[in-house]
């Protein structure tokens, strides 16, 4: 991936973004725990953050960076397809987690920008998400679209299908 490309002003999704990028690298699975844990199952244990596919070589782990050079968000990016969404190279997005103190300040933007252009580049065709309620208005801002109706998992809560075509 060419990083000049995330920096370019006249990229569509970073007119969304502040002045301050956060630097977003692929991360190591181990690295994405933590804030899985905190943000997503709070309460929780460290086995409820470790799913199938995380060590798969085709799952992808970005992680955003904070000035101070800590993780202060993670998502994860599976080779996997929807059974109702058709894509010739789809990707799913799990795990997003930002770091309270970080909430609202571009790191999740930047990750999810970062991982739509890297996965343009890749030639896939559609990324996917199971968008938690609270998330799906930020998922709708970077262009995303509900499907089908909402469904709940376990204790989790509601949560809606959300895509992107990467080939529009």
């Given at each position: 991936m060419n990083p000049d490309r995330l920096t370019n002003p006249s990229n569509l999704y970073l007119r969304h973004m502040t002045a301050h990028i956060p630097n977003v690298k692929t991360i190591d699975?181990?690295?994405v725990y933590p804030l899985r844990l905190q943000v997503l199952r709070p309460g929780g244990t460290l086995g409820e953050c470790i799913w199938p596919g995380d060590d798969l070589p085709t799952t992808l782990h970005f992680g955003a960076v904070s000035g101070d050079g800590q993780i202060a968000g993670v998502a994860s990016f599976?080779?996997?397809a929807h059974p109702v969404l058709k894509a010739l190279k789809p990707v799913q997005l799990r795990g997003m987690a930002t770091h309270p103190d970080v909430r609202g300040k571009g790191y999740?933007?930047?990750?999810?920008?970062?991982?739509?252009?890297?996965?343009?580049?890749?030639?896939?065709?559609?990324?996917?998400?199971n968008a938690r309620e609270v998330a799906v208005s930020f998922y709708e801002n970077l262009g995303f679209q509900i499907t089908g109706e909402p469904f709940n998992i376990g204790s989790i809560g509601k949560h809606w299908v959300m895509f992107i075509r990467l080939n529009d």
């Open positions: 699975t181990l690295e599976y080779e996997q999740g933007k930047a990750i999810v920008i970062y991982a739509l252009q890297y996965y343009r580049e890749q030639g896939s065709d559609l990324m996917w998400c």
